[in-house]
């Protein structure tokens, strides 16, 4: 572990981390990891107000929310929040102007960054200390390295973010106990060139898979875009056995409650991987245009289906490890690579290491 950036436990600190999903589930370890070391030193984490969702409750953290679409009004917001305070440490956890921006609402001592490799947006010019260069390193992975510049050893990942009982029950109402359960989240955040959704026809096929060969409950989540109630009304279509369809239908609470509940989560690289980490429920990733060990799911790495080093070589002629760090497949087709039957494989794999056995052999 690196020589600490301080010198003394801090009164308190202040965490910039803005979104997305899984990147704010990734932060938590490391306010965990802080919290377990420093209990007397209070943490304020700078978050999205959708973030806010998901975490809002978090023991030990008060939450400075920023509303981007309240514009440079947000900003403003956040600034009144935290006036009349100046903290030892800031740690900014989030490499984008955006929240370079909300950074600079804050008065702080030590603002310490990620190194010049990973200082995406300048973020350089916003910190005056910078955690140590770690190439090849996961997402969560290069978060926790805030907590060794701390002087703080990480220790194994904790979460417990809160989920009250009105979420568990309502996880209960849609997961029999005892039954097989596969939720689907099909689709990603939608992003410029971003294609890192599986088709709604192999969706289908898997979910009738799961269904014959488990009587397996399936359960379709996510949000409430266009193209995901696209995807839940053509997975319905297509599939023979109709899932339950609670896309839209969930606030964040509710979904980690349902995953919390689940057997095995089936999704590409997306917020609800991480949250399905979060509480322990394997998940089957779909990886074609991002590179697992960047930002897979981090304990199931072994049930990713990988097509990013085939996509890459056809997009670019080359290894993975001759291009930068976590660089994009920005193939429209590349999803493609998928076939339903590397799905089912890993899914057989995650029930069998959940003890569920197949009633029936496939046809």
């Known amino acids: 572990m690196p020589a600490p950036l301080i010198d003394s436990v801090p009164s308190e600190l202040c965490i910039v981390r803005l979104s997305a999903i899984g990147d704010t589930c990734h932060t938590v370890p490391a306010v965990r990891a802080i919290q377990s070391a420093w209990p007397s030193t209070r943490i304020v984490w700078i978050i999205g107000k959708v973030e806010h969702g998901l975490m809002a409750g978090l023991e030990g953290v008060e939450f400075a929310v920023l509303d981007k679409a309240r514009g ?32 600079r609402m804050v008065e702080a001592d030590l603002r310490i960054g990620f190194d010049r490799a990973r200082a995406r947006d300048f973020q350089w010019l916003f910190c005056n200390r910078r955690i140590a260069p770690r190439p090849g390193s996961h997402v969560m992975d290069g978060l926790l390295q805030f907590v060794e510049a701390l002087g ?11 989920v009250s009982d009105a979420d568990r029950a309502f996880a209960a109402s849609i997961i029999e106990e005892g039954r097989p359960s596969l939720v689907i989240s099909p ?22 898979y799961v269904r014959e060969r488990y ?9 409430k875009t ?28 509710e979904l980690l409650a ?10 590409p690289d997306s917020g609800p991987a991480h949250m399905a980490t979060a509480v322990r429920t394997p998940v089957v990733g779909l990886y074609a245009t991002s590179n697992r060990h960047r ?25 993975v490890e001759s291009l930068r760090w976590g660089r994009r497949v920005r193939d429209p087709n590349a999803m493609s690579l998928i076939r339903p039957e590397d799905v089912v494989e890993k899914i057989d794999q995650a029930f069998a290491e959940r003890g569920i056995r197949p009633i029936a052999v496939s046809v």
Request: net charge positive; charged share 25%; aromatic share 10%.
């Open 72 to 103: 440079w009004r947000g900003y403003l917001d956040l600034k009144r929040q935290l006036a009349n305070r100046r903290f030892p440490v800031l740690l900014h956890m989030h490499a984008s102007m955006r929240a370079n921006v909300a950074s």
């Open 152 to 162: 703080i050893e990480p220790g194994p990942p904790r979460w417990d973010i809160p």
């Open 187 to 208: 689709c990603t955040g939608q992003r410029f060139r971003n294609y890192r959704n599986w088709d709604i026809e192999s969706y289908a096929r898997v979910a009738d």
């Open 215 to 223: 009587d397996a409950n399936v359960i379709l989540t996510g949000g």
């Open 226 to 253: 266009a193209i995901e109630r696209t995807y839940a009304d053509g997975i319905a279509r297509a599939a023979k056995s109709k899932p339950v369809d609670l896309i839209g239908r969930t606030t964040l609470k």
């Open 258 to 267: 349902l995953l919390e509940r689940a057997s095995v989560l089936l999704c």
């Open 295 to 319: 930002t897979g799911p981090y304990f199931s790495q072994h049930l990713v289906v990988d097509k990013y080093p085939e996509a890459v070589s056809r997009e670019f002629g080359r290894p």
